[in-house]
């Protein structure tokens, strides 16, 4: 039996986020490159809510030190209006220092696709720009976002 989470996915997390029209590319569909900035801004959110973020370019904890190691996406309908969609994140593995996320761009109810895809991201010491362990406090929130 699927069980639904309170944002209406049987896993992970649904952010809803907005296109607008300067994201749209000269044929008025949703430009490529912005589907990373979306999915950036759903995840990123997600973290923020918890107090995982950067105020006054600090970090607000450890973890939030991060970066994208890797990304991959596979479209399969434009985005062709403004206003919002919904991006569904999860992670299909956490590492030692490392946080494998799917997810797809959505239409609010789910029902359309647009994009899919993963992302990998790599917890850095700012120190030395090196992977270093997500902390207990991190792993634990991220519980939640597991597949």
């Given at each position: 039996m699927t069980?639904?989470?309170?944002?209406?996915?049987a896993y992970g997390a649904v952010e809803h986020t907005a296109v607008h029209f300067d994201d749209l590319d000269a044929m008025g569909i949703l430009h490529n490159s912005?589907?990373?900035?979306l999915v950036e801004r759903a995840v990123s959110q997600w973290w923020t809510d918890r107090g995982v973020s950067f105020t006054g370019g600090r970090p607000t904890?450890?973890?939030?030190?991060?970066?994208?190691?890797?990304?991959?996406?596979?479209?399969?309908?434009?985005?062709?209006?403004?206003?919002?969609i919904a991006v569904h994140f999860w992670l299909d593995r956490l590492g030692s220092s490392s946080a494998s996320y799917g997810f797809r761009v959505t239409s609010l109810d789910g029902e359309v696709v647009y994009?899919?895809?993963?992302?990998?991201?790599?917890?850095?010491?700012?120190?030395?720009?090196?992977?270093?362990?997500?902390?207990?406090?991190?792993?634990?929130l991220a519980?939640?976002?597991i597949r």
């Amino acid at each position: 039996m699927t069980t639904v989470t309170e944002t209406g996915a049987a896993y992970g997390a649904v952010e809803h986020t907005a296109v607008h029209f300067d994201d749209l590319d000269a044929m008025g569909i949703l430009h490529n490159s912005r589907y990373a900035v979306l999915v950036e801004r759903a995840v990123s959110q997600w973290w923020t809510d918890r107090g995982v973020s950067f105020t006054g370019g600090r970090p607000t904890t450890p973890d939030a030190f991060n970066a994208v190691r890797e990304y991959a996406i596979i479209f399969h309908r434009p985005v062709a209006s403004v206003g919002d969609i919904a991006v569904h994140f999860w992670l299909d593995r956490l590492g030692s220092s490392s946080a494998s996320y799917g997810f797809r761009v959505t239409s609010l109810d789910g029902e359309v696709v647009y994009a899919e895809g993963r992302r990998v991201n790599i917890r850095l010491d700012p120190a030395t720009m090196r992977p270093v362990p997500w902390t207990d406090h991190a792993r634990t929130l991220a519980t939640a976002l597991i597949r």
